[in-house]
């Protein structure tokens, strides 16, 4: 049977426009506030109920719109931000395409109050095709959308649970509450309030919303700057390379006030850090880029997450440059110095405010998990010429261990050690990272990881979103050994760390969890996801680089690999150690035998 092409219903095409920009809660709310902030609106205030799901109202005190537009308002392509293929080139606003709130109505019960600015009346629709009825409304806008997806319940059978939705879309708040300084946000759910922030037009104000949205410890680590050149105007915070984080989930980059995920711009930003970051970890940062217009398309992406630039190249060398120069410009001096509060001039981007570098505990020395004896080496005497080297010391069995015995230690990072095939190399960090993720993974699996308590509780500032976290998550951290309570809205403390990672840095370890937690969300995830997560904290218990050990200290490390793995990998994939036999030094050497 041959099938007719016939044109859609009008509501199945909102719906189906739906799919793309209507996700869940939070894409709602993106839409309507940046409805909002193209209305030039002040003070955009948000409520919702039951993460959102139930009902979710966005009211702000924008220009209004007029009683004969509501109704256009709610229908497909229509908009007064854009009107010819010259303003779609230049975009300034926030949204252009007159799909959101026709989508949004298409799944939902949405009701749209305005009143235009200098009208002596408000006027209320309900629907696209409902007339529209006086109401009592001051200047602006409020849209209130209850019931999402109860007309399409396949969509509503993927939505999570009411507190993983309320996060998304608290997150999606403060995201644009950075992006736009110069405007109030409040927030509120299920009648408790959550948030406020007040318009900030100075540096300090600017500073005080910053640390409320990410936590005061993002400011007390990050270097502001501000640089412009060849038409590009970048500025904002980043983070020292001591404040980085185990995910990527402080990484807030804005082009023109909208909120964008880049190749390029990470690209960029991973560039300028590689000389002064650790393999695996994520920079911080708070970045708003300002260029014409013209040279950015916005209209490539659906949620116009994405962009793309018409300059690629420039815009990349301009971010890299950039952002090289003011790490490298970040003298320990300058970073331990107070708040000076000067401005620099625009063509240097050198750091503006020098933040105080955390100073970090070092682990402690490597703590052997096995009873072994090394032989005693004889002195020669004095008199007598060098004896060649005897053979391996042979164990009790009378096998020599398969790693052999430790000769030296190479720039701090590697471990040289003889065996019977020949030589043996040793990458001590991740040697050890493995032993101890294969401990804890251990201890994990049987009785739980002992916790140690700190002789003193350690205080770290966060964010109020990580310390609900944190509080949400408390039962899994106190099988991880690690026992946290918070000690107010932005605060958390540290009263126990896991007895297998004594001497561990602390702070830096609660901050990689509190981003762990971040990036998988609920408890369950998170379980899932144990197996990174023990990586993480395997990490922070593992020997660093740089440090020197005793010879006894390498050789109860061979042990220890010997016992923990044979893979020859660390939990990051990494190869732990290599075998250089002698048949392989000889051919190095040209020696035949």
């Known amino acids: 049977m041959t099938r007719r092409i016939h044109a859609l219903p009008s509501q199945l095409v909102n719906q189906i426009a739906a799919g793309e920009v209507v996700e869940r809660p939070a894409s709602v709310i993106k839409e309507l506030v940046e409805n909002s902030l193209d209305a030039d609106a002040r003070q955009v205030e948000v409520e919702a109920w039951q993460g959102g799901v139930k ?7 924008g220009m209004g719109i007029a009683r004969d537009d509501l109704a256009l308002a709610l229908s497909r392509h229509a908009t007064s931000k854009v009107a010819s293929l010259a303003d779609l080139e230049g975009i300034t606003s926030m949204g252009f395409r007159g799909e959101a709130l026709p989508s949004i109505a298409s799944v939902s019960r949405l009701t749209l109050v305005s009143r235009e600015a200098g009208a002596d009346q408000a006027w209320q629709i309900d629907g696209e095709d409902a007339e529209p009825l006086p109401a009592a409304h001051p200047r602006g806008t409020t849209v209130d959308v209850r019931d999402l997806f109860y007309n399409t319940p396949a969509r509503r059978k993927f939505l999570k649970t009411e507190k993983t939705e309320f996060r998304h879309l608290e997150q999606v708040l403060r995201r644009l509450a950075l992006a736009r300084f110069d405007v109030g946000f409040k927030l509120s759910h299920n009648g408790r309030q959550v948030f406020s922030a007040r318009p ?3 540096t300090r104000s600017r500073e005080k919303r910053i640390a409320e949205l990410l936590g005061q410890a993002f400011i007390d680590n990050s270097l502001r700057f501000e640089h412009e050149a060849a038409g590009l105007r970048l500025w904002g915070w980043i983070g020292l390379p001591a404040f980085s ?3 990527a989930d402080m990484q807030h980059f804005f082009v023109n006030g909208r909120m964008v995920r880049d190749k390029l711009v990470s690209h960029a930003v991973r560039q300028a ?12 940062f708070l970045l708003y880029l300002e260029l014409d217009p013209r040279l950015v398309d916005v209209n490539v992406h659906p949620t ?9 190249r420039l815009v990349h060398d301009f971010l890299f440059r ?3 120069q003011v790490l490298a410009n970040a003298r320990p001096e300058d970073v331990l110095a107070e708040h000076g509060g000067q401005e ?3 063509s240097s981007p050198a750091p503006l405010m020098p933040r105080q570098m955390p100073v970090r505990e070092e682990p402690a020395a490597y703590q052997p998990s096995l009873d072994w004896q090394m032989p005693p080496a004889k002195a020669p005497d004095r008199g007598q010429a060098r004896a060649p080297a005897a053979a391996l010391p042979r164990k009790e069995s009378g096998e020599a261990p398969p790693l052999g015995y430790a000769l030296a230690q190479l720039h701090g990072v590697y471990i040289l050690a003889q065996n019977q095939a020949g030589l043996v190399l040793v990458d001590m960090h991740a040697a050890h990272e493995r032993i101890t993720y294969e401990g804890m993974k251990q201890a994990l699996e049987g009785q739980g990881i002992r916790s140690q308590p700190l002789l003193v509780p350690l205080s770290v500032k966060v964010s109020p979103r990580e310390v609900e976290l944190a509080l949400e998550h408390r039962e899994l951290l106190a099988e991880l050994g690690m026992e946290v309570d918070a ?4 605060s958390l403390v540290v009263r126990a760390m896991p007895a297998l990672l004594e001497g561990a840095d602390a702070e830096g370890l609660l901050r990689d969890l509190l981003a762990d937690m971040v990036t998988h969300g609920s408890s369950q995830r998170l379980r899932q996801a144990i197996n990174e997560v023990l990586a993480t904290m395997a990490c922070h218990g593992s020997v660093r680089a740089n440090r020197r050990l005793a010879l006894e200290e390498m050789n109860a490390l061979l042990r220890d690999i010997e016992r923990t793995e044979r893979s020859g990998q660390c939990n990051h994939g990494r190869p732990t150690w290599t075998q250089l036999s002698m048949a392989e030094l000889d051919r190095l050497f040209l020696r035949g035998r």
């Open 55 to 61: 009902r979710m109202k966005v009211r702000d005190d």
């Open 200 to 202: 900030a037009e100075d």
């Open 245 to 247: 984080r185990s995910q």
């Open 273 to 284: 850090y590689q000389d002064v970051l650790y393999h695996g970890r994520h920079p911080a």
């Open 304 to 312: 116009k997450h994405e962009v793309r630039f018409r300059e690629g």
């Open 322 to 324: 950039t952002l090289h």
């Open 344 to 346: 620099l001039p625009a």
């Open 487 to 490: 000690l107010g809205k932005d």
